[in-house]
Nanobody, 126 residues
Framework: QVQLVEFGGGLVQAGGSLRLSCAAS????????MGWFRQAPGKEREFVAT????????YYADSVKGRFTISRDNAKNTVYLRVNTLKPEDTAVYYC???????????????????WGQGTQVTVSS
């Protein structure tokens, strides 16, 4: 089992950047594929990015491709999401998620993830 805590959200102007972090408990962090999702008010939770066990494989939603970068540091049990060129439509609660899997496992659906953090708010002003 793994517990996840996100931080790094905040209020930023359009065009700005943030780095979100997600710290995981436990000694088997490197056994989990990690993902970032977001949920805006009144909308369903949507996929943002995912990364495999060692960081070699990543996948992004089309809406964030080229602006967001997911990475992980297994020595620190942490996954990151660098968010650049933010737009007002990026405003949402951002969640990290974890699911155990094999090397090439990069899940993209909410239902595929067993463990979730509590979320961190990102608000982009125009």
């Amino acid at each position: 089992q793994v517990q996840l805590v996100e931080f790094g959200g905040g209020l930023v102007q359009a065009g700005g950047s943030l780095r979100l972090s997600c710290a995981a408990s436990g000694r088997t962090f490197s056994s989990y594929a990690m993902g970032w999702f977001r949920q805006a008010p009144g909308k369903e939770r949507e996929f943002v990015a995912t990364i495999n066990l060692n960081g070699a494989l990543t996948y992004y939603a089309d809406s964030v491709k080229g602006r967001f970068t997911i990475s992980r540091d297994n020595a620190k049990n942490t996954v990151y999401l660098r968010v650049n060129t933010l737009k007002p439509e990026d405003t949402a609660v951002y969640y990290c998620a974890a699911d155990p899997g094999s090397y090439d496992y990069i899940p993209r659906r909410v239902a595929e993830y067993h463990y979730w953090g509590q979320g961190t708010q990102v608000t982009v002003s125009s």
